[in-house]
């Protein structure tokens, strides 16, 4: 295990998150849509050249938990060199995405010619296409219906956007002009993002730059052991509903602590639907991050290494782990909310000090538009 004193790892750990709002702040003070500059429906991350995350800002837990899983599809599918100067983008929720609204860009980062990490951002555009204004109809059964799928693509090289990616997403949209203004806006925050990486690296040498990184993620590891060492072994159940039309879909599971590690297991959930609410487990997986950070002292480090003591089982096919072609797009603001409040009321059998009450469970969600206008909003309560 690497040694790094106290007094480096603090500044490191708030120097590393400050660069993460700092490509928020870009993201919404540059960006052409309400939905992103007004809701703040975007969500950004710093992540080390393995693809696991150094550090997020206080945005949307659902996408700063899966936002992993895009940098790692791309990872995967541009196995034989990531580029210098491209960012690539993906909505697909089969490559990690959540649903087909929140688009991804990821940039690898690189200082001489190595690469030392990756910026990231997601940001939830008001409408891809599909078969409905704003890109989620209530009555999709098949993704295809949600609107428009990017894999893992080349979108940006040396600041200019690839007509490969650009011109079937800008058909595809009823709202092409606000789409390339947020999408600017992203291609912008990841420039600060890599400039602020770069700049680090150029000060503290890419050698120091490896060993506090690795230390910050070591002690991100070792304070969630701690955490979950606190709580009481056992296995606690809990299980809850989705609606559908006068049907209950079940969500199950079972959370064992065993020592320093948690294993969250949704076995037993229902099968996939032929419905929009299904989740994929890059959404499932966010969930369990974001109820354990509730149940768990939150000075721990957000970051790649505090999740390493967590493990997810899910079933392929199910509704916590949907697979192609099954529609999505309320799995991601629905259906999760229903997987946080199963993981919450299974945690709080082990911590009902620390865990709040439920929530209204749902996330309120309304559409407003027509041939060449969108707009989504979420009502609290």
Same mark, same amino acid.
């Given at each position: ?47 080390? #050249?393995? +693809?696991? %995350?150094? =550090?997020? !800002?206080? $945005? @949307? ?6 936002? &992993?899983?895009?940098? /790692? ?58 078969? #409905?204004? +704003?890109? %989620?109809? =209530?009555? !999709?059964? $098949? @993704? ?6 990017? &894999?893992?693509?080349? /979108? ?58 690795? #230390? ?166």
């Amino acid at each position: 295990m690497i040694s790094v004193d106290p007094i480096t790892l603090e500044v490191a750990r708030n120097r590393f998150a400050a660069l993460a709002e700092e490509m928020g702040a870009v993201l919404r003070r540059t960006a052409y849509s309400p939905n992103i500059k007004e809701r703040i429906d975007c969500s950004a991350a710093v992540f080390v #050249a393995s +693809g696991e %995350m150094l =550090a997020q !800002a206080e $945005h @949307i837990p659902v996408h700063l938990g899966s936002m &992993p899983a895009s940098v /790692a599809a791309v990872f995967e599918a541009f196995a034989d060199g990531v580029e210098p100067g491209v960012q690539y983008a993906v909505n697909d929720p089969f490559y990690g995405g959540t649903h087909l609204n929140d688009l991804t860009l990821v940039q690898g980062v690189f200082f001489e010619d190595v690469l030392i990490g990756w910026v990231a951002n997601r940001a939830h555009h008001a409408d891809v296409g599909g078969e #409905a204004p +704003g890109s %989620m109809p =209530a009555y !999709a059964t $098949h @993704i295809d219906q949600e609107g428009h799928r990017v &894999p893992p693509t080349p /979108a940006v090289r040396n600041g200019e956007w690839i007509p490969e990616f650009l011109d079937p997403f800008l058909a595809a949209t009823r709202t092409p002009d606000e789409r390339i203004g947020d999408l600017s806006a992203q291609l912008g925050a990841n420039e600060a993002g890599r400039k602020g990486l770069v700049d680090l690296v150029a000060r503290e040498g890419v050698t120091e730059f490896e060993r506090v990184t690795s #230390a910050l993620l070591d002690y991100g590891e070792r304070r969630m052991r701690t955490a979950l060492g606190e709580l009481p072994d056992g296995v606690y159940r809990f299980e809850d509903v989705m609606e559908l039309r006068g049907e209950f879909i079940p969500i199950r599971v079972a959370v064992t602590i065993d020592g320093e590690s948690l294993t969250a297991d949704f076995t037993g959930s229902a099968s996939q639907v032929a419905a929009n609410i299904n989740a994929v487990e890059a959404v499932t997986r966010s969930c369990l991050y974001y109820a354990v950070r509730v149940a768990t002292d939150p000075s721990i480090p957000a970051n790649g290494g505090c999740y390493r003591p967590l493990n997810l089982v899910t079933e392929p096919g199910s509704i916590v782990h949907a697979e192609y072609p099954a529609a999505v797009a309320a799995g991601n603001v629905e259906t999760s909310q229903r997987i946080a409040d199963v993981l919450l009321g299974a945690l709080a059998q082990a911590a009902p000090d620390r865990v709040p009450a439920a929530g209204q469970g749902t996330m309120n969600n309304i559409l407003i538009g027509n041939d060449g206008f969108a707009y989504y909003e979420t009502i609290a309560g």
